[in-house]
């Protein structure tokens, strides 16, 4: 089965800051890989898929990069209401498998 | 516009089998451009992704659950299910149903969950 890791499993930052979030697959999974972003008490949310494609209505400060094994999310300039936590997950092979998650806290 | 809504038992006993309903509104199930998904959260964890079922009827399972789970889909009534068999304290979980979407990139397809369930907590427990 292919495994995900994220780094780092948290992180805090201030509003403005540039974030980024780290996402490997122990295979390589060209760029079959999608971001989510879960509030608390909530759904979870598709934020990129196809490693770097904007979902429709996310704001353009999120982007997505790499492939391979190798991803990242990145936060241009942070956001009170981007306080979440962060999935990875490989989307087209089977086990459609998530990442461990990145909690992001506004300092 | 497309909502999602699971049902089912909160409650279930050891060893018996959990079965959700995940019924679709504002649109129809019965479209090959998506799938149906299933995932979970067990509290203060992260998300397991349960199976997928599509349009052909194949169905795809996460291999740690193959053994327990069904998918299914009814269209006639545009909703699909869940079952999971044997259920132990492991399986207590926030249950979400989600759409799948198929997307062509540079001629190649990807997949993801774009439309979620608010998700529905069921406890193992006797």
């Known amino acids: 089965d292919i495994q995900m890791t994220q780094s780092p499993s948290s992180l805090s930052a201030s509003v403005g800051d540039g974030v980024t979030i780290s996402c490997r697959a122990s295979?390589?999974?060209?760029?079959?890989l999608n971001w989510y972003q879960q509030k608390p008490g909530r759904a979870p949310r598709l934020l990129i898929y196809a490693a770097s494609r904007l979902q429709s209505g996310v704001p353009s400060r999120f982007s997505g990069s790499g492939s391979g094994t190798d991803f990242t999310l990145t936060i241009s300039s942070l956001q009170p209401e981007d306080s979440a936590t962060y999935y990875c997950q490989q989307g087209n092979l089977a086990p459609r498998t998530f990442g461990p998650g990145t909690r992001v806290d506004i300092k | 516009q497309l909502q999602l809504q699971e049902s089912g038992p909160g409650l279930v006993k050891p060893s018996e089998t959990l079965s959700l309903t995940c019924t679709v509104s504002?649109?129809?199930?019965?479209?090959?451009?998506?799938?149906w998904g299933w995932i979970r959260q067990p509290p203060g964890k992260g998300l397991e992704w349960i199976g997928n079922i599509y349009y052909s009827g194949t169905t795809y399972y996460n291999p740690s659950l193959e053994s327990r789970v069904t998918i299914s889909v009814d269209t006639s009534m545009n909703h699909f299910s869940l079952k999971l068999s044997s259920v132990t304290a492991a399986d207590t979980a926030l249950y979400y149903c989600?759409?799948?979407?198929?997307?062509?990139?540079?001629?190649?397809?990807?997949?993801?969950?774009?439309?979620w369930g608010h998700g529905t907590m069921v406890t193992v427990s006797s």
């Open positions: 504002g649109g129809s199930i019965s479209s090959s451009n998506y799938y």
């Open positions: 295979q390589s999974i060209a760029n079959y």
């Open positions: 989600a759409r799948g979407d198929i997307v062509m990139v540079v001629a190649t397809t990807h997949e993801s969950f774009d439309i």
